[in-house]
């Protein structure tokens, strides 16, 4: 029963004072009062489901509860709107609380694969998240959650409002229990020195037991209320088999505690100081650890803090209504004001402004958008107001997106991670083994007991598998936040290690390697005007957002000529062709047309890009079209090749227009390259040995960047290209390429120095306190230093830049 402040009875789950209408209720043999009937029903509920612990850990400020928030009860209903399909299966997001090492992470995985059902269960180390995918047909969101909360973590659907609650509610505890073990921590070494003293220079037996005393009363809240975290963790580690740091950290504190209290009443030395400094330097080490986590996590926080949460939104006779941005649907008219930011991805239909994409390009340059073009959710409208039309909803606007791609990054594991994670698994128990036999050893050798014990103790307290288990994952989480906000998004650190060890990198040629916005530079016709034929072209290639559509669209409308829109269909790499009642129209590729029986006629030697267009089997004639180089690829090239790895291209176009690209780059190519063909490409690389990096941004390159070790696309590219890469640009500069390289090597680099210190950090420590060189309380200093300092060796990536 919660006390209230006028000492009246309160709600055991809202909180409120029960002066009227009180109920009493005995549930799982504890007497309960609720003030109705509402509250009543959602402790059954939430008990029911095993989350019981949230009556335990809430950290409410404000007591009661929102009007009508009983109408939905908290099952499976309450979680749907947090449930997605995908192609995976069912997928929901959860904000795990509870989690305090790495090897919490690896229980919690274990636990929930184990279930009936799950396809994939992946934590986010650095923002407790957990995102898991399973069979609905098999087993239900509230079954899992309640799997977790069996295992001692306080699971609940994400939002970014929970998220950050949860993170200040945990800050604010650890701080709380952390102050509190320093203040008490301090009266007990006053009374530890006067032990130290008497013990040198004598002191009587009765102010010896008197001392004694209040070393013992001032380190009892330190154990249980400032070592509670560490106790159950190590109780829930017992129930579960599952041995983890928390259990090594209890057993160290437990056995100096009651040892202490044994040596009290027996009249010999007691060590309570031991068992307080345990805890207030790891509880440091945490402290340190989480605001370390927190600085790399909270770059895709503050992107999606910046698209609003409220949008103005227009009927149809121009009436405003303000909306959460994330009810929009796409076609919804909405109007953006100066100052503000856009908070869906949508198509100007109305007015003329200037936007800084910022966030998205990393241009700070601002850029005019009008009718018709495309604007980004978070982008800043400067100038004028503006309508769009909404294209996607909220929860799918490129920059969700982007925060779906990094957080996926920051929890998928690298290679390199598995060994790891399999020396954490076992070395918790072979830690509590080698303790047992230091003591047993000090024993047998003719040692004082408390000298075996203290030995153990240091042997249990010094051992650090949580250096091992972060290792990789703070390097990961702080490489992925630190480029996702240079424009560079890995998909994870599998990705990272793989781009770490590329030996080739295969580009496409148009929007990769050029500009990606072709000229047409001629056109001539074979039947009818220069206009006519271009008419036919444009009206073919509207629909179509390839750059060499576009740029026929482009020339079109600037000589003023009549364009109709036509839904071709497409045939990747090649060209697009539509049944009309004038017959097949086809336009593309030379080998296009003549697999149809198109005698198409040879053409003068060109660098130029050509397209062809027939009727049925009838040559109607050829546009040219010429796209210069970006400025930066010369740079970037040497730069990669500088870097070791071989450069080259390959492209659909012919040769000669090939050879004009890649002439001043200085690199090898391949030309009239199918998508098919592109990809058996990379595969045979692959089959030589060799890691292959493929950039790309149409829909003809998907099948190349799936195949590659790792897919490289660039924003402004088709939505087929950036769901099928495993790298992906935010802004169009190859320089950002070189960037991502330096950046993935520099991270592997800093992972192997990371278990490197593990490593040794262990192999020296264990027996120097085997052999009773380092006392518990240096012991537990030296362990929250090694986790410190791979954290810190870490956050070395955030301040260095490509």
């Known amino acids: 029963m919660i006390a209230s402040a006028n000492s009246s009875p309160s709600c055991d789950h809202c909180g409120l004072p029960c002066d009227q209408n009180l109920i009493d209720d005995r549930i799982n043999g504890t007497a309960l009062i609720f003030c109705c009937h509402g509250c009543q029903g959602a402790y059954r509920i939430i008990t029911g489901a095993g989350l019981g612990q949230f009556y335990e850990k809430r950290n409410w400020q404000q007591q009661g509860v929102p009007d009508a928030v009983f109408q939905t009860a908290y099952h499976d209903d309450y979680l749907q709107p947090f449930i997605r399909e995908t192609e995976e299966g069912t997928e929901i997001l959860l904000l795990i609380e509870g989690i305090r090492c790495a090897t919490c992470v690896w229980l919690i995985e274990r636990i929930l694969s184990s279930q009936p059902g799950v396809k994939a269960a992946r934590v986010n180390f650095g923002t407790h998240r957990l995102k898991l995918v399973f069979d609905a047909g098999k087993t239900k969101a509230s079954t899992l959650i309640k799997a977790v909360a069996r295992i001692g973590y306080l699971a609940r659907p994400f939002t970014r409002e929970a998220a950050a609650q949860q993170a200040e509610s945990a800050h604010r505890s650890l701080l709380i229990r952390f102050g509190t073990a320093v203040f008490l921590s301090m009266q007990l070494m006053g009374y530890s020195l006067a032990l130290y003293a008497g013990y040198f220079q004598g002191i009587d037996p009765q102010t010896r037991h008197l001392m004694q005393v209040f070393a013992a009363l001032v380190t009892t809240p330190v154990v249980f209320y400032s070592g509670f975290p560490f106790l159950a963790g190590a109780w829930h580690a017992v129930r579960n088999r599952a041995p983890n740091m928390d259990l090594l950290i209890s057993l160290g504190v437990l056995v100096a505690y009651g040892y202490s209290l044994w040596a009290m009443l027996a009249e010999r030395e007691v060590y309570f100081d031991t068992a307080a400094m345990i805890v207030t330097l790891i509880l440091l080490g945490r402290l340190l650890e989480n605001a370390a986590r927190g600085m790399a996590g909270s770059g895709i926080d503050r992107l999606l803090q910046l698209t609003p949460d409220l949008a103005i939104r227009l009927s149809a006779t121009d009436e405003s209504e303000q909306v959460a941005s994330a009810a929009l649907l796409v076609g919804d008219r909405i109007l953006v004001p100066p100052g ?388 992906v640009l935010t802004r169009p500069d190859l320089g950002k390429l070189v960037q991502a390289i330096r950046v993935a090597r520099r991270t592997i680099w800093v992972v192997r120095q990371n278990l490197f210190w593990a490593f040794f950090y262990n192999v020296l420590m264990l027996p120097l306190a085997a052999a009773g060189e380092i006392t518990p309380i240096h012991a537990a200093a030296a362990m929250a230093l090694s986790s410190v300092c791979v954290v810190g060796n870490s956050l070395r990536l955030r301040q260095r830049r490509g």
């Open 340 to 727: 503000q930011r856009f908070p869906v991805d949508g198509q100007i239909c109305r007015g003329t402004t200037e936007v800084d994409e910022a966030i998205v390009s990393g241009e700070a340059r601002p850029v005019l958008r009008q009718v018709g073009m495309t604007v980004l959710a978070g982008s800043l409208n400067l100038t004028c107001g503006v309508e769009l039309i909404v294209t996607c909803q909220a929860a799918d606007s490129f920059v969700a997106r982007i925060a779906r791609m990094v957080e996926e990054a920051q929890s998928r594991k690298a290679p390199i991670q598995s060994l790891a994670d399999r020396l954490a698994v076992v070395f918790v128990p072979l830690v509590i083994g080698c303790a047992l036999l230091t003591s047993a050893y000090w024993l047998i050798s003719g040692h004082d007991l408390s000298l075996a014990i203290v030995n153990g103790v240091a042997v249990l307290v010094v051992a650090c598998p949580c250096a091992l288990g972060l290792a990789t994952p703070t390097a990961v989480l702080v490489a992925t936040g630190s480029a996702a906000a240079q424009g560079i998004l890995f998909r994870g650190g599998d990705i990272l290690e793989a781009m770490a060890n590329i030996q080739v990198a295969a580009f496409d040629k148009t929007g990769t390697l050029t500009c990606g916005r072709p000229e047409v530079k001629g056109v001539v016709p074979a039947v009818g005007s220069a206009d006519d034929l271009l008419a036919l072209a444009a009206s073919l290639e509207q629909a179509s957002a390839h750059p060499l559509a576009q740029g026929i669209v482009r020339e079109a409308r600037t000589r003023g000529v009549k364009v109709d829109t036509l839904m071709a269909e497409a045939v990747p790499g090649q060209g697009l062709f539509l049944t009309t009642e004038r017959g097949v129209i086809r336009a593309g590729t030379r080998e296009f047309l003549s697999r149809y029986g198109v005698v198409v006629p040879e053409t003068f030697s060109s660098v130029l890009t050509e397209v062809h267009l027939a009727v049925d089997s009838c040559y109607q004639g050829v546009l040219y079209l010429d796209d210069s180089p970006r400025p930066e690829a010369v740079d970037a090239i040497a730069a990669i090749k500088q870097l070791g790895v071989e450069a080259i291209m390959l492209t659909g176009d012919h040769e000669a227009a090939a050879r004009h690209i890649v002439t001043p780059l200085g690199i090898d190519f391949f030309a009239k390259m199918t998508p098919d063909r592109k990809a058996d490409w990379v595969k045979a690389a692959q089959n030589q040995g060799r890691t292959v990096l493929m950039v790309g941004d149409g829909i003809n390159d998907a099948p190349a960047l799936s195949a590659a070790d790792v897919g490289c696309a660039m924003a402004g590219g088709t939505d087929i290209a950036l769901d099928n890469a495993d790298l």
